[in-house]
């Protein structure tokens, strides 16, 4: 499934999965103006980003993230607070 082909429903579900090496490249990058890239793990601890930072991404140094293969998310889980 491609980025262009994605619902708005399915954009806040979907995300882009990343090489360890592309989110070492994206690390502290901007993909648009005042707007940093941000991957994160995922419950597979597999790195990802968000459709947004690849749908806004206008840094031509990194247009490649709209061609990521899109996977749908599972959040790792959030740890009991401390009492």
């Given at each position: 499934?491609k980025?262009n ?36 793990q ?5 790195w ?6 690849m ?14 293969e899109?996977?749908?998310y ?10």
């Amino acid at each position: 499934m491609k980025l262009n082909e994605l619902t708005a429903e399915q954009k806040a579900t979907y995300v882009g999965l990343l090489t360890v090496e592309q989110k070492n490249e994206l690390v502290g990058q901007l993909y648009a103006p005042d707007s940093y890239f941000n991957p994160i793990q995922d419950i597979n601890d597999d790195w990802v980003i968000s459709t947004e930072e690849m749908e806004y991404c206008v840094n031509p140094e990194f247009m490649w993230v709209k061609d990521l293969e899109l996977i749908p998310y599972e959040p790792k889980s959030t740890p009991p607070p401390i009492d």
